[in-house]
T-cell receptor, first 121, second 111 residues
Framework: DAMVIQNPRYQVTQFGKPVTLSCSQTLNHNVMYWYQQKSSQAPKLLFHYYDKDFNNEADTPDNFQSRRPNTSFCFLDIRSPGLGDAAMYLC????????????????????FGPGTRLTVL | DAKTTQPPSMDCAEGRAANLPCNHSTISGNEYVYWYRQIHSQGPQYIIHGLKNNETNEMASLIITEDRKSSTLILPHATLRDTAVYYCIVRVGVTTNKLIFGTGTLLAVQP
């Protein structure tokens, strides 16, 4: 089945030690997203790739970086994790929004992976 | 960005219809309303979306008021597996697919 895969499901790192989370997809979607979800909060968009174009949210800390070497894979790098970065990290994918006759684009649903729960010691 | 307002929690009896309301009074003409849900410890799951007309799929129905300032998600026969946080989201802009999640409604389906 086509899907969004995140590895590992659980990641433990030490304060200040760089960590990389990975996401892969078999859907061949051109848009990939990374969200951060802290306990009891809603997912918060960090950045997304539209094909190879990287789009950072204004309030995403510089500590968070991303790489997308090809259509299928996307990585989230946390350069120096702090205790406040402990969270669930969700990857999602979607197709390009579909243009409509009125000029607006009908968006396509996002498919989410199961998430990686990051613990910072 | 259009904001959404949802009740923080709701209960529903198993087998009954669950009606989840959402207010989005600042929505603009080309913005779609999306509904996602998130079962505990899983990634969010798309349910349905619409612009002006009511929509129905195998999971739910979406009723949008004529002035588009509010909508209701209807799960016709709720089961215990429908217990989740339900997010009503207005899609940002008309050329992107970005979603800005609000606080959502925790629906608890009771046996």
């Amino acid at each position: 089945d086509a899907m969004v895969i995140q590895n590992p499901r659980y990641q433990v790192t030490q304060f200040g030690k760089p960590v990389t989370l990975s996401c892969s997809q078999t859907l061949n979607h051109n848009v990939m997203y990374w969200y951060q979800q802290k306990s009891s909060q809603a997912p918060k968009l960090l950045f997304h790739y539209y094909d190879k174009d990287f789009n950072n949210e204004a309030d995403t800390p510089d500590n968070f970086q991303s790489r997308r070497p090809n259509t299928s894979f996307c990585f989230l790098d946390i350069r120096s994790p702090g205790l406040g970065d402990a969270a669930m990290y969700l990857c999602a994918t979607s197709r390009d929004p579909i243009p409509t006759s009125g000029g607006a684009k009908r968006g396509n649903e996002q498919f989410f992976g199961p998430g990686t729960r990051l613990t910072v010691l | 960005d259009a904001k959404t307002t949802q009740p923080p929690s709701m209960d529903c009896a198993e087998g009954r219809a669950a009606n989840l309301p959402c207010n989005h009074s600042t929505i603009s003409g080309n913005e779609y309303v999306y509904w996602y849900r998130q079962i505990h410890s899983q990634g969010p799951q798309y349910i349905i979306h619409g612009l002006k007309n009511n929509e129905t799929n195998e999971m739910a129905s979406l009723i949008i008021t004529e002035d588009r300032k509010s909508s209701t998600l209807i799960l016709p026969h709720a089961t215990l597996r429908d217990t989740a946080v339900y997010y009503c989201i207005v899609r940002v802009g008309v050329t992107t697919n970005k979603l800005i999640f609000g606080t959502g409604t925790l629906l608890a389906v009771q046996p």
